[in-house]
Structure formats: C-alpha cells, structure tokens
C-alpha cells in the first residue's frame, strides 16, 4: 500500500516570504496527487491536482502553485505568502487502483502553514 | 457544480450517546460516497465508502447508508466513545477513471465528553 509523506510539519513563515512545501509518494506508480488545503473552520478545498509529471490542473485561481518534477513527488510553491495562505495542507492520492470507481483517496499527514 | 452539505456543527454528546451526522449530495451522475474523519493535528483517514445506491458502509461501529432517493449518507453510531471525537467529513467523488476528485464537506466537529 502507499505511504504518503509530507514536510515540513508545521511552518511559520512571515507574509511576502516564498514557500516550498513537498509531498513523495512510495508503494506506487504514476499516482495521480492532489493538494488540498483546510482553512480553519472551513472544509477541504481542492487546489491542484495531477495525473503525470508536468502535468499540473488548477481548480480555484490563487497566490500558490504546484510543480511535479517527478513521478512521486508533489511540490506546491509560491513565491510571496499572503495572510490568506494560512491554512492545514494535505497532499493526497489513490491507492494502487488508481482512481478506479470506488477508489478512495489516501492524504498525508498535512503541512500546517501560519503566515505571519 | 457538484457539492456536499453537512449538518452545522459542533455536536457535543455525552459518551454512549447515539449519533447522527447528516450529509447531503447533489445527484450528478452516480457518485460513490465517503466518510472521512480527521482526529487533531492529523490528516484524514477514510471511515468508510458506499459505491451504489443501497449500499451500506460500516466500520468501528460506524454505519452509513446511501439513499438515492433522498441524495442522502447520514453517519451514524450507536454508542459513541470518547476517543470518536475528531472532524468528520462527507464526500462524494466527481470525475472519470482517468483522474478522479473529491468534493467534501464542510466538516462536522464532534466532542464526546465522559
């Protein structure tokens, strides 16, 4: 089965700062990830998603990005932090199936993000 | 577009209380359906699923039903513990074979006190 890791933890960074956070994937191949973010006290909204390498969809338009450099690997970026950019991320995929008809999704850890 | 609504939280209960969580889809196609729950400073972990209509879900003493007719995927416990208390999360999958989403809740938060 797949193990999702995600890093940093938790991070503190102040507005106008760039940000790089990462999410690698081990136990399968060519998944398709997806970063979610959780704002507090609100639900999850999808940000990106990806079905290869390079390929990157966008979902809302906003201040982040997402890059996929390699199969397993989903980095989501921006160059200046806004105060609205505060929030829990979570990196995700599907099992070994692939997103097959009831396939769930599986999620990391999260990255919880506080713009100072 | 699709979309998931939760029932507003917080619910607070008592332990050995009976729960009830309700969600609610729009009827786009034939979605399968999901509960998630996400205990603190964790990610989340999926409860449990229903693909088709009728079709019960269960697990930890968790149930949940997939009512076509009422677009409807209400959880539910009998008994609840302390240790259930976390964010539950409602969900309904959009999309083809080929890529695949969820679209979630808002989010239900349960405290289960002593």
């Known amino acids: 089965s797949q193990t999702i890791h995600q890093w940093p933890a938790t991070l503190v960074q102040p507005v106008g700062s760039p940000l790089s956070l990462e999410c690698t994937v081990e136990g399968t191949s060519n998944p398709n990830l997806y970063w979610y973010r959780q704002a507090a006290g609100r639900g999850l909204q999808l940000l990106f998603y990806?079905?290869?390498?390079?390929?990157i969809s966008s979902e809302v338009p906003q201040n982040l990005s997402a890059s996929r450099p390699q199969d397993r690997q989903f980095i989501l970026s921006s160059k200046k932090l806004l105060l609205s950019d505060s929030g829990f991320y979570l990196c995700?995929?599907?099992?070994?199936?692939?997103?097959?008809?009831?396939?769930?999704?599986?999620f990391g850890n999260g990255t919880r993000l506080t713009v100072t | 577009g699709d979309s998931v609504t939760q029932m507003e939280g917080p619910v607070t209960l008592s332990e050995e209380a009976f729960l009830t969580i309700n969600c609610t889809y729009t009827?786009?196609?034939?979605?399968?359906l999901f509960w998630y729950v996400q205990y603190p400073g964790e990610g989340l972990q999926l409860l449990l699923k229903a693909t088709k209509a009728d079709d019960k879900g269960s697990n930890k003493g968790f149930e949940a039903t997939y009512r076509k007719e009422t677009t409807s995927f209400h959880l539910e416990k009998g008994s609840v513990q302390v240790s259930d208390s976390a964010v539950y999360f409602c969900?309904?999958?959009?999309?083809?074979?080929?890529?695949?989403?969820?679209?979630f809740g808002q989010g239900t938060i349960l405290t289960v006190h002593p």
């Open positions: 990806s079905v290869g390498i390079g390929q």
């Open positions: 995700a995929c599907f099992g070994d199936r692939g997103p097959t008809y009831n396939s769930p999704l599986h």
């Open positions: 009827a786009t196609g034939y979605p399968s």
């Open positions: 969900a309904r999958k959009t999309g083809g074979t080929s890529y695949g989403k969820l679209t």
